[in-house]
């Protein structure tokens, strides 16, 4: 099984000119996905506005969508088996798309949790599919892709975030702004998933199970996805409303805070695979999280948005790589990597249920800067705990090929 319980067939080997095509189909999903989330955290402010909602009421709204992922993620491996890899992901693709336009039609917050919920299953459940079929084709290539395919969703965020930028700029409505990008994102995503892996499970072979309890390896690796999902939560959804309201700027600029966190997050992952094969996994997490931790100081002590824009890109630089190396840690942490990364996304998603609420809850009862206080203590947990990512490398017998890369200095 691949991993989140995504079936594959070992016993019908592709021909690499089909490999490369896979990865870079896999890739454009990726891009596909992050543009999705990019075009909605612009609009979060306009959605605030429409909505009439108090900050802490906001906090509340965007904890649906982690509760909606980390409910369905489970489904993913069974409509997988049911279907086969590609399918389930091109019908589980379209559905995170077109859910794009939700939030923006929700009038005010008893309709926005429901509809959040729903954007947030959908997100889920393809985002299983998706780098389930990602450590697939990095096992059968044989090298890392993982970093540059989260570098590409990091990509497709970028794109969406200046899309977004754009036209919250023009002062566009983002019902329509929303509903044009859903409907080009879903023929992108279409045309994209004609290239994966087409993996299927044997007939003999039994569904995922609905639910299952992660492995202590998975537990400890998560808790470092923990961190950096919550930082990363906390630059994507709280950015422009932070500029906005504590520095008083326009909506365009506003919107251009989370443009600038989304690039260094791309720059950062596309680079990664080479920068941890130069300097290991420990130390690139290590010294991510002290970059983190100072865009943080950076962003509660600005003054100036120019100071707290270059606080959330080195917020963005210093997380960018934490995630994928926590799927390939949990991977190679044990005899049974679906469940590992099963587990590693389970907490990963539970952080991102928890970071919005969480920045929204302390900044009603304090400010957004204290708020964001938080978010650096976590970042310092990174340098604290970056040791659990040296997981030695599973062997060839009966499992992945090994990464290359010094995954195991400190």
């Given at each position: 099984m691949a991993g989140n319980g995504i079936p594959d067939d070992l016993t019908a080997p592709i021909p690499h000119p089909g490999l490369r095509r896979a990865r870079w189909s896999v890739a454009v999903v990726f891009l596909i996905h992050g543009s999705v989330?990019?075009?909605?955290?612009?609009?979060?402010?306009?959605?605030?506005?429409?909505?009439?909602?108090?900050?802490?009421?906001?906090?509340?709204?965007?904890?649906?969508?982690?509760?909606?992922?980390?409910?369905?993620?489970?489904?993913?491996?069974?409509?997988?088996?049911?279907?086969?890899?590609?399918?389930?992901?091109?019908?589980?693709?379209?559905?995170?798309?077109?859910?794009?336009?939700?939030?923006?039609?929700?009038?005010?917050?008893?309709?926005?949790?429901?509809?959040?919920?729903?954007?947030?299953?959908?997100?889920?459940?393809?985002?299983?599919?998706?780098n389930a079929l990602g450590?697939?084709?990095?096992?059968?290539?044989?090298?890392?892709?993982?970093?540059?395919?989260?570098?590409?969703?990091?990509?497709?965020?970028?794109?969406?975030?200046?899309a977004g930028t754009v036209a919250a700029h023009a002062g566009w409505d983002a019902r329509l702004h929303l509903a044009g990008a859903a409907l080009v994102l879903t023929l992108l995503g279409a045309l994209a998933c004609r290239g994966v892996l087409d993996l299927r499970s044997a007939p003999e072979e039994h569904p995922p199970p609905r639910f299952a309890l992660p492995p202590r390896s998975a537990l400890v690796i998560g808790a470092i996805g923990f961190c950096a999902v919550f930082a990363e939560g906390a630059g994507l959804d709280w950015s422009a409303v932070y500029l906005r309201d504590e520095l008083g700027t326009d909506a365009g600029l506003a919107a251009a805070s989370t443009t600038a966190f989304a690039c260094t997050m791309t720059v950062a992952r596309l680079a990664g695979d080479k920068v941890v094969a130069r300097f290991g996994a420990v130390r690139t997490v290590r010294a991510g999280g002290v970059l983190a931790a100072a865009g943080g100081l950076l962003i509660v002590a600005a003054r100036h948005p120019a100071m707290a824009m270059g606080g959330f890109g080195l917020m963005g630089l210093g997380i960018a790589v934490v995630v994928p190396l926590a799927f390939a840690a949990a991977g190679r942490s044990g005899p049974a990597p679906s469940q590992a990364i099963a587990g590693v996304a389970t907490i990963t998603y539970t952080s991102g249920l928890i970071a919005p609420s969480a920045i929204g809850g302390l900044a009603q009862a304090t400010s957004l800067p204290v708020s964001f206080m938080l978010v650096t203590t976590l970042a310092c947990g990174l340098v604290a705990g970056a040791r659990v990512l040296r997981v030695p490398s599973r062997t060839a017998s009966g499992s992945a090929p090994a990464v290359t890369g010094d995954l195991e200095r400190s």
């Open positions: 989330t990019g075009n909605f955290a612009t609009r979060i402010p306009w959605i605030q506005d429409h909505t009439a909602l108090s900050p802490g009421q906001l906090g509340l709204a965007l904890a649906f969508p982690a509760i909606g992922a980390s409910l369905a993620m489970p489904l993913a491996g069974r409509i997988s088996h049911r279907f086969g890899a590609r399918t389930a992901l091109r019908g589980l693709l379209a559905l995170w798309t077109l859910s794009l336009v939700l939030p923006a039609l929700s009038p005010g917050l008893y309709a926005l949790c429901p509809a959040l919920l729903m954007y947030g299953a959908a997100s889920g459940m393809s985002d299983v599919a998706m450590v697939e084709t990095e096992d059968r290539l044989g090298k890392p892709i993982m970093s540059g395919l989260h570098g590409m969703w990091s990509a497709g965020a970028l794109l969406g975030s200046a």
